[in-house]
């Protein structure tokens, strides 16, 4: 079963508009959750994490938002760069003495100039 | 340079055929981990390891080994691959646990005829 799930596998966006990509999740257990970025040929690089404490988390441009009765996360990108396109993969961890971290599928961002 | 190195880069070998891929971090990272990425399934943790001589199982451990003999090394061991584990296969550390940012690997892409 996915526990973690990104349903949207692709998103095009105008370069300066908003992108905002979704991820779903469906175990409670889940504390800690984080967003990859990852461009072809190279690994995946650390965007931005939030702790289940809060329900915001802010870096420059991305935000992501945390929703926990919802089950639901989202990354914000404003505003959106051509240098955005990526696959993004959002991931999640039950904490405490778990270090399994699981990945949802992905979702490739396009970003046209 | 911090960095996560990984070696072959590129293999292709056949069915039976014991490999090791080489992990190295240059960080002092205690935690360590491989996962394989697929079309259509993302990126799935194989094995972690919370420090040296501590190693547990990811979600898709069948057919792999690992070994966390010093710090900076985590080689990823297949005695017998399968054309089943044709992927793409990238190593990652951080700090401690997975509430630091984890850095990754360029990756292998191993073929398996």
């Known amino acids: 079963d996915q526990q973690v799930k990104q349903n949207s596998p692709s998103l095009s966006v105008q370069e300066g508009r908003i992108s905002i990509l979704n991820c779903d999740y469906t175990?409670?257990?889940?504390?800690?959750f984080l967003w990859y970025k990852k461009y072809p040929a190279e690994g995946p690089t650390f965007l931005i994490s939030i702790s289940s404490i809060k329900d915001k988390n802010e870096d420059g441009r991305f935000t992501v938002f945390l929703n926990k009765s919802a089950k639901h996360l989202s990354l914000h990108i404003v505003p959106s760069q051509p240098g955005d396109s990526a696959v993004y993969f959002c991931a999640a961890s039950a904490g405490g003495s778990n270090y399994k971290l699981t990945f949802g599928k992905g979702t490739l961002l396009t970003v046209n100039p | 340079e911090a960095q996560v190195t990984q070696n072959p880069r590129y293999l292709i070998t056949v069915t039976g055929k014991k490999l090791t891929v080489t992990c190295s971090q240059n960080m002092n990272h205690e935690y360590m981990s491989w996962y394989r990425q697929d079309p259509g399934l993302g990126l799935r943790q194989i094995y972690y390891?919370?420090?040296?001589?501590?190693?547990d199982k990811g979600d898709v451990p069948e057919g792999y080994k690992v070994s966390r003999k010093e710090k900076r090394n985590f080689p990823l061991i297949l005695e017998s691959p399968s054309p089943n584990q044709t992927s793409l296969y990238f190593c990652?550390?951080?700090?401690?646990?997975?509430?630091?940012?984890?850095?990754f690997g360029p990756g292998t892409r191993l073929t398996v005829t």
């Open positions: 390891s919370m420090n040296v001589e501590v190693t």
């Open positions: 175990n409670s257990m889940f504390d800690y």
């Open positions: 990652a550390s951080s700090k401690t646990g997975i509430s630091y940012e984890q850095y």
